[in-house]
């Protein structure tokens, strides 16, 4: 009864497919060349939203499902409203007016082109570090695999539970402080 | 073919888990369609029970009992001028519809009908049915700031200071459901959909009842604030008619606007389907632990049968009730066609019913399953699209303090409460 589904289901290829890859790091680095570029900031805010997106989607890609569904949350959605709710507020035509670049952009071009030579250094040299083709992870386990990461599994202490506790204290603290200068003083 | 259609009707897995791109896409059109009609229905609903509320006839000219209204709306809208502010973004404008519509359709792909009839089975379900809806505030905002005007500039900040902040009271809620997935053997839960209402179904308990009365509180806490999620009374400051017109979408008019009711509308079932699936069951049948055997499951097969039966005698009575006068013989027919169109629905469902008991009868058991899966999700579901009516004719409209105050101040110590009092029971009783 089942031969129909499970032919398919042997015959199944992976999905992310290396046009995946570059479509989506077209799109990601097309948007985000536009929101450095365009005059109108609501304009960059939406093409921010693209890039982050478009990472989203190479997370999937890579089998993280957990990540891209967090960054899908915290950025596209959590962030990027509070980035609009406050540009919505700026006088656009003034910031047409304003000088976009600031002189800085030598040293910004040296950083980028350092970084980048530090990539492509060790993508060059490292290679042999490289796994020669993806590993296929079973989509299903992923979220638990990062849950017994962060919070440990069967009783043991997880690899990254006490920088996590940390880092989730910092994140304490600068809540307590945001609220703290927000109320009002008697 | 027949025979892949056969197989496929008897599989137990999703089209996305089988990895069926042909059968995805027939579900994808099916949900799309379904929705759609959803939307169109739910319109008529509204406008007739409001009506009913307020002591007025609702539609009544556009087919029998404004039947056709919806379909009549729709054309009026089509053949509307499109009409785009001098003073907006053209791009902006254009787009910010379509970001509402994307997000609210395209959360459709996790929601479980049946324990194999969603269109795929994620393992983040749950958060990416939140995450993806909460980039539909990002249609709402843009559009307010597109118009290039004042009212829907200050509904676009209410919303997103609205949805921004009910979204915190929204996700701890589902947080401690998720948390409830986890009691099990192995102590590991689960965030995606299917596996949510699994968990309910091992446990044998609808997550609302479950460690009574904190189920219960986290329930409310996510209904009130899915009713702040999808803008709508008494939390519809976005597009508060009395100070702002009509709010974010004021400029809109004809198809655009008609997409922006679309979106919320969807949104509606989305977020309805969610407080289905992590609280009350999904598809599982009412006492399906308490009232077992095949007996019982006979009498529960038969409902979705009964439901229809019960809508064409509505219809049936509307065409005895109808005034004998021959200006009225056209609605008469409609309205008996209408009727006996549900009757034959009603007619198939229950051959199915008692047809499908058996192994190895024409129709395959599992499709009399499916349905009844489907049935008892759609039910639960609709009792909540209900519910946004009636809150809407029954409770005037919050003021922006009240709302912020209510989010952050009542909302969200209860649905943390409810979290940490959610952890320290099951692991005192586990």
Redesign the interface.
Known sequence: ?????NA??AT?APVATPYFFYGLATLAIVSAFLVITRR?V??SA?AL?VTLLSVAGLYLMLYA??V???Q??VY???V???F??VI??VNIDRSYKEKRFSGLWPIGLAAASALFTLFLFAFIKGRALFPDRMMLLP??????QI?GLLYGDAGKMGQYTFAFEIASLLLLVAILAAVVMTKKRA | MPDFVTSYLGSTLTPGEAGNQFWALVYVFVIFAGVSLAVMSMNWLERKALAHFQIRLGPMRTGPHGLLQPIADAIKLLLKEDIIPAGADRFVFWVAPLIGLLAAFTVYTVIPFGPSQAVSDMNIGILFMLGVSSLGVLGVVVAGWASNSNYPLIGALRSSAQMVSYEVAMGLAVVSAILMTSLNETGTGTLSMIGIVRAQQEQGVWFIFKFFPLGLIAFIVFAIAMVAETNRAPFDMAEAESELTAGYHTEYSGLRWSLFMLAEYAAMISVSSIAVTLWLGGWMRPFSRLLRGSAWDLIFSLFPAVTFMGLAAVAFVGVVRMPRRSDFKVQKIGLAVFGWLLGFIALMLLIIAIAGRSNGAAIPSTVNQSIGYIYWFLLKVAVFMYLFIWYRATWPRYRFDQLMRVGWKVLLPISLTVLVATAIVGILLS
């Not at chain 1, 009864?1 to 589904?5: E, G, L, P, T, V």
């Not at chain 1, 989509?139 to 638990?144: A, H, I, K, L, R």
């Open positions: 009864m089942n031969s129909a589904i398919t289901n199944m109108n609501v304009h939406l939203i499902p957990f891209a569904g967090v899908i949350i596209a959605g959590g990027m409203v509070l609009l709710f919505m507020l989509e299903s386990s992923n979220t638990q849950a």
